[in-house]
């Protein structure tokens, strides 16, 4: 018999080992088959379900055409029907309308393609109260209200007849926001996150993750992207602390993908805030404030200068004593497409130097920003001696970069004082050495005094 450890005997230990794995594998995938068969038995279509299916799961039915000229499919798969979330849902419960009597003789006019999913939206809301409520203050509802028809239904994104659990790993090509998305998805699709999806269908982070389902926000609104990153990675803050002098400060003013997508393009950006208590500021919708006052400041059209930017800020506060503005510096990147081509942490970039030296091209472009009504930037280009200007201290509080934002006039004043703290003493003992004669004179004639 040989010994286990010889290369006879481990090489069947191997054996033994990798069938027994196998042997569970295929246990696996049997039972979670078995299972997801077994749901789909359980859903059964009702009798007036399949009245209607008898039609529409036909290779015979023909599509609508819209006024439009838009082609939309009639065909709905049963199987995919009671495969999906909405397998306990009825025909008639979304569609209300329809007549029995009447259905597939009568035509009905039909105006476009975004029109009919329009005509959908109340019954979306019928069931899904809590989704709709985090939609409604979302920045594609605004848009929707303000009759965008870029602007998406739930139809757009959600396929009723064939909803599945957004839980389920699935083709990453199958992810709505792709639909709208589409350089920007594929920009994701390449980067750290999509590759872990893609090429090793694992359940990496997808657009929802970040951005949420239904709530959702503009990129540049608030710190959402950068809290959404430290959800996941939560041991983030306490591994930058090993490496990272002021790491939290960095963190409040250095978006993570600056570092984390070295060959990208960065800026600085002023965000407009609360001096009380460091809130975003939003424009009120109907009232376009910042473009109307940034358009009188900027007297060159090339961009606020330190005066410029003053006296703009000066008329905003004008217009708002309850709400006083100052900025907020923050270091992010110039396109949400290079936000989204994330590289691995060990390509990250760890060279203080790109930021922290004069003339460092972070610094190099400046905007001026304020959310507007749905949140998204409204912007003004500022020249960068702005960050160098001494007389830009009153507005950009708390926004140094060492090295980088460096306001000479503060270096020189710098030098006076030391120099002011090393003249005195200097004086005293030069002044002390001056009169020490005359201080000896005087003494020696009041002991003589004394003595007589």
């Not at 004593?321 to 691995?344: C, M, V, Y």
């Not at 460096?406 to 030069?430: E, T, W």
Request: include cysteine; proline fraction near 3%; charge should be neutral.
């Amino acid at each position: 018999m040989k010994h286990p450890h010889t290369p006879r005997g481990w090489n069947l230990r191997w054996f033994k080992n990798t069938t027994m794995m196998s042997g569970l594998l295929c246990l696996m995938l049997f039972f979670a088959g078995a299972a997801q068969a077994a749901d789909a038995e359980e859903a059964e279509l009702g009798s007036e379900d399949k009245a209607c299916q008898s039609c529409h799961d036909s290779d015979d039915i023909k599509a609508k055409v819209t006024q439009a000229g838009e082609s939309i499919s009639m065909r709905i798969s049963t199987q995919a029907f009671l495969a999906s979330m909405h397998n306990e849902t009825s025909c008639t419960d979304c569609h209300e309308d329809a007549d029995g009597k009447d259905h597939g003789k009568v035509p009905v006019p039909m105006k476009s393609k975004r029109d009919y999913r329009l005509s959908f939206q109340d019954s979306c809301t019928t069931c899904h109260k809590k989704d709709v409520a985090e939609f409604k203050d979302s920045v594609h509802a605004i848009l929707l209200s303000e009759g965008s028809d870029k602007a998406p239904t739930c139809s757009d994104c959600h396929n009723s007849h064939t909803l599945r659990s957004v839980k389920l790993v699935e083709p990453i090509a199958n992810v709505p926001c792709a639909t709208c998305h589409e350089d920007i998805f594929k920009a994701y699709s390449g980067d750290v996150h999509g590759l872990e999806r893609v090429a090793k269908g694992k359940s990496a982070p997808l657009c929802a993750d970040c951005h949420k389902s239904h709530a959702i926000q503009a990129a540049s609104l608030g710190d959402g992207i950068r809290d959404s990153c430290l959800n996941c990675h939560k041991d983030t803050a306490v591994q930058h602390e090993v490496w990272l002098p002021n790491s939290k400060l960095h963190f409040q003013s250095v978006e993570c993908q600056v570092c984390h997508a070295p060959n990208a393009q960065r800026r600085v950006n002023l965000r407009m805030v609360d001096s009380a208590g460091g809130k975003q500021l939003m424009e009120k919708k109907g009232v376009p404030q910042f473009e109307r006052l940034a358009t009188a400041a900027d007297g060159t059209s090339r961009g606020f200068d330190e005066k410029e930017m003053k006296n703009f800020l000066k008329a905003f506060n004008l217009e708002n004593p309850d709400n006083k503005a100052i900025l907020s510096g923050r270091l992010e990147l110039r396109s949400g497409l290079e936000a989204h081509q994330l590289s691995t942490k060990e390509e990250a970039l760890k060279d203080c130097a790109v930021c922290h030296q004069a003339g460092a091209v972070p610094f190099s472009s400046v905007v001026l920003t304020m959310a507007g009504p749905d949140g998204r930037s409204l912007r003004q280009g500022v020249e960068k001696e702005v960050l160098t200007s001494a007389t830009s201290l009153g507005s950009l509080r708390g926004f140094y970069a060492i090295g980088s934002t460096r306001i000479k006039l503060l270096d020189y004043l710098l030098v006076l004082v030391i120099l002011g703290v090393l003249c005195v003493p200097i004086a005293h003992m030069s002044v002390n050495r001056m009169f020490k004669a005359r201080r000896d004179k005087l003494q020696a004639e009041r002991q003589q005094a004394s003595t007589k």
